[in-house]
């Protein structure tokens, strides 16, 4: 698919402000999509929006499918009238510059126990006949996940491995026995995932009618403690106890000497196969429902993975397996058609990954920040960027554009100030300037590079389980300067509509 020229901002919902310990959908979503339009950007880069598990890391959700009903907003559910002004006297003092996750999750789930009770009530609101509708429509993931996460709680949130036999087996009478013994519990999850579908729809329809569109993500590996891979263990190299037998991650390279290893389960292609890859067609559906865009994550997976054994202590033990390839996505296309794309096809890349992509006209990435460890040549300085590509300063897994300045080698700040003919000051607007100026179609970065922060906003540092994902936005950080500064830049480089020169007013004297 072509992309029209545009630019946007990465901020995932969790950063957003707000006094529930966490960002969430509510008002100050609905002003940052406010932000976007005042400055002429046209994309928002959300990441991915499923219910986080171990890490707090949205690439290690409990489903490829779901929600995550820490993002529902209090706020809304007020205005709705599922729950009261009283429902929220007890919310504790949150910090308002990060996420504390386990006090936020305490609170949140608080009242959204609050808001069920009130809407179980009342079995004839029209509400609840919309509710009735999302599972239906939803039935292809929905029962599952409640299921999951339900049993999940009964064995105080341990991962599925640890559950009893019968359990991880899905045996049918112990499911059913767990089903009419806890039927509430199971609509709780299924009522916060309706909530979240709601919130979270009405905020994209608002967004699109501002002509924001919605990039979100598809990580192309699911957590191994998760409802996909409990409830289709076929799909996936797991043993008869339901065991990883192999696992994902990326061998040695020049910045990791071990690799990295992820441990997330493989796929099962050949399955997939013959089942006209649905599951994944389902996922694609899904997705494209949430957001306007996808990132495939990970794109270099589709051609070939590094494939580890189950217990070894790092990546170095392993080895490539060709993936599904341009197989997967012809079957794809022909049931969807021509999808809203972008690959991820950053670190080492071979041949037969860019002709996958280029054969279905993906547009791939180039990140600014790579590109200063080599010469002229390198493929990640704006020069030398194809047009149909997406260019960003940096990722969320990347430190901030300042952050990554003072820390780099004397070699590449001294290229960096030459290529850019700038002295380094303003190191994360001149590099804003250079991704906006380029060919590129779409030009993004993170909100911390436009708001010219450091290390201590970093959203991600890959290969550390703790202490990301918590940086948030001060509620006053997005000043009328910042606004028309960023407008000016989407003015000066066409990534905006451009509005026509107001016309001269023309006075006629008509006195002798």
């Known amino acids: 698919m072509k992309f029209e020229r545009a630019s946007g901002v990465i901020l995932h919902p969790t950063s957003l402000p707000g006094p529930?310990?966490?960002?969430?959908?509510?008002?100050?979503?609905?002003?940052?999509?406010?932000?976007?339009?005042?400055?002429?950007?046209?994309?928002?880069?959300?990441?991915?929006?499923?219910?986080?598990?171990?890490?707090?890391?949205?690439?290690?959700?409990?489903?490829?499918?779901?929600g995550n009903p820490y993002l529902?907003?209090?706020?809304?559910?007020?205005?709705?009238?599922?729950?009261?002004?009283?429902?929220l006297a007890d919310r504790p003092s949150f910090p308002i510059d990060h996420v504390d996750y386990g006090e936020a999750i305490q609170w949140k789930l608080k009242v959204?126990?609050?808001?069920?009770?009130?809407?179980?009530?009342?079995?004839?609101?029209?509400?609840?006949?919309?509710?009735?509708?999302?599972?239906?429509?939803?039935?292809?993931?929905?029962?599952?996940?409640?299921?999951?996460?339900?049993?999940?709680?009964?064995?105080?949130?341990?991962?599925?491995?640890?559950?009893?036999?019968?359990?991880?087996?899905?045996?049918?009478?112990?499911?059913?026995?767990?089903?009419?013994?806890n039927a509430k519990q199971i609509e709780h999850h299924t009522f916060r995932q309706f909530i979240f579908f709601h919130q979270w729809n009405e905020l994209k329809k608002y967004a699109n009618s501002r002509e924001i569109k919605i990039i979100g993500d598809i990580p192309i590996f699911i957590a191994y403690d998760s409802a996909d891979a409990w409830s289709h263990p076929e799909l996936f190299y797991l043993d008869d106890d339901g065991k990883p037998?192999?696992?994902?991650?990326?061998?040695?390279?020049?910045?990791?000497?071990?690799?990295?290893?992820w441990g997330n389960p493989l796929y099962r292609w050949d399955v997939h196969q013959l089942q006209g890859y649905s599951w994944w067609i389902e996922r694609f559906k899904s997705t494209l429902q949430l957001?306007?865009?996808?990132?495939?994550?990970?794109?270099r997976g589709f051609s070939g993975y590094w494939e580890i054994p189950f217990g070894m202590p790092t990546a170095e033990v392993g080895r490539w397996v060709r993936g599904p390839g341009i197989d997967f996505f012809e079957v794809v296309h022909a049931a969807l058609g021509d999808l809203p794309i972008?690959?991820?096809?950053?670190?080492?890349?071979?041949?037969?990954?860019?002709?996958?992509?280029e054969r279905f006209d993906l547009p791939g990435m180039k990140v600014f920040q790579f590109a200063f460890s080599s010469d002229p040549s390198d493929p990640f300085l704006p020069h030398n960027y194809p047009q149909q590509c997406v260019a960003f300063t940096g990722t969320h897994d990347n430190d901030t554009a300042i952050g990554w300045y003072?820390?780099?080698?004397?070699?590449?700040?001294?290229?960096?100030?030459?290529?850019?003919?700038?002295?380094?000051?303003?190191?994360?607007?001149?590099?804003i300037r250079a991704v906006w100026s380029s060919v590129a179609a779409f030009a993004l970065a993170p909100l911390q590079d436009v708001l010219r922060l450091g290390t201590e906003a970093r959203m991600n540092l890959p290969g550390s389980a703790y202490g990301n994902w918590t940086w948030r936005l001060h509620p006053n950080a997005l000043a009328d300067h910042v606004v028309s500064r960023l407008k000016d830049l989407n003015y000066l480089y066409a990534r905006m509509e451009l509005e026509e020169p107001a016309k001269p007013e023309i006075k006629l004297d008509y006195q002798t």
Not at 245 to 261: E, W
Not at 351 to 357: I, K, N
Not at 409 to 421: A, H, N, V
């Open 245 to 261: 037998t192999v696992v994902a991650g990326v061998p040695p390279d020049y910045f990791s000497p071990t690799g990295q290893l």
């Open 72 to 87: 529902i907003s209090p706020a809304l559910l007020l205005a709705q009238g599922l729950i009261a002004r009283e429902d």
């Open 406 to 431: 003072e820390t780099a080698p004397e070699t590449e700040r001294d290229f960096i100030r030459r290529y850019l003919g700038r002295s380094g000051e303003d190191i994360a607007w001149d590099m």
């Open 291 to 299: 957001v306007d865009i996808a990132r495939l994550d990970h794109f």
């Open 20 to 66: 529930d310990g966490i960002g969430d959908l509510g008002p100050e979503a609905y002003r940052w999509v406010n932000f976007l339009a005042d400055t002429g950007c046209r994309l928002w880069e959300v990441l991915p929006l499923g219910p986080t598990g171990y890490g707090d890391s949205p690439y290690q959700c409990f489903s490829a499918f779901a």
């Open 112 to 181: 959204l126990d609050r808001a069920y009770l009130r809407f179980s009530r009342d079995h004839t609101s029209s509400l609840w006949v919309e509710y009735e509708n999302f599972k239906i429509q939803q039935a292809f993931w929905l029962t599952d996940f409640a299921l999951f996460m339900a049993i999940k709680e009964s064995y105080s949130g341990v991962s599925w491995e640890n559950w009893p036999a019968n359990m991880r087996s899905r045996d049918r009478k112990t499911i059913e026995g767990f089903i009419h013994n």
């Open 342 to 357: 972008i690959a991820e096809d950053l670190g080492v890349i071979t041949p037969d990954v860019t002709e996958l992509r």
